[in-house]
Nanobody, 129 residues
Framework: QVQLVESGGGLVQAGGSLRLSCAAS??????????MGWFRQAPGKEREFVATIRWGGSSTYYSDSVKGRFTISRDNAKNTVYLQMNSLKPEDTAVYHCAAASTYLSNSDLNAVRSYAYWGQGTQVTISS
């Protein structure tokens, strides 16, 4: 089984920054995941795509709502993906979940919840106004 553990959430004021980390481990991670990403879910809302990165290259993808403010990166040796979040807004408040895909995803599938087989428990991010 694959385990994903997020860390780095917290409470910050609007305009501040946070850096989330997601460490992956487990027997089935003997080879790299095809993509790792971040999704978020606010109370009463569906889980939505934030950003993802392909493991075999450097391609990154972002939702329009975070483009230019968030940066996703990875450390292959540590099986870890990061999400640097700058210029945070109250509407960024949500539980942020890390996800990993175990199969190749086309560009059109990268932002879909159904495309990711493994999920972390999430870390709370709260932005005060």
């Amino acid at each position: 089984q694959v385990q994903l553990v997020e860390s780095g959430g917290g409470l910050v004021q609007a305009g501040g920054s946070l850096r989330l980390s997601c460490a992956a481990s487990g027997r089935t991670f003997s080879s790299y995941p095809y993509a790792m990403g971040w999704f978020r879910q606010a109370p009463g809302k569906e889980r939505e795509f934030v950003a993802t990165i392909r493991w075999g290259g450097s391609s990154t993808y972002y939702s329009d709502s975070v483009k230019g403010r968030f940066t996703i990166s990875r450390d292959n040796a540590k099986n870890t993906v990061y999400l640097q979040m700058n210029s945070l807004k109250p509407e960024d408040t949500a539980v942020y979940h890390c996800a990993a895909a175990s199969t190749y995803l086309s560009n059109s599938d990268l932002n879909a919840v159904r495309s990711y087989a493994y999920w972390g428990q999430g870390t709370q991010v709260t932005i005060s106004s």
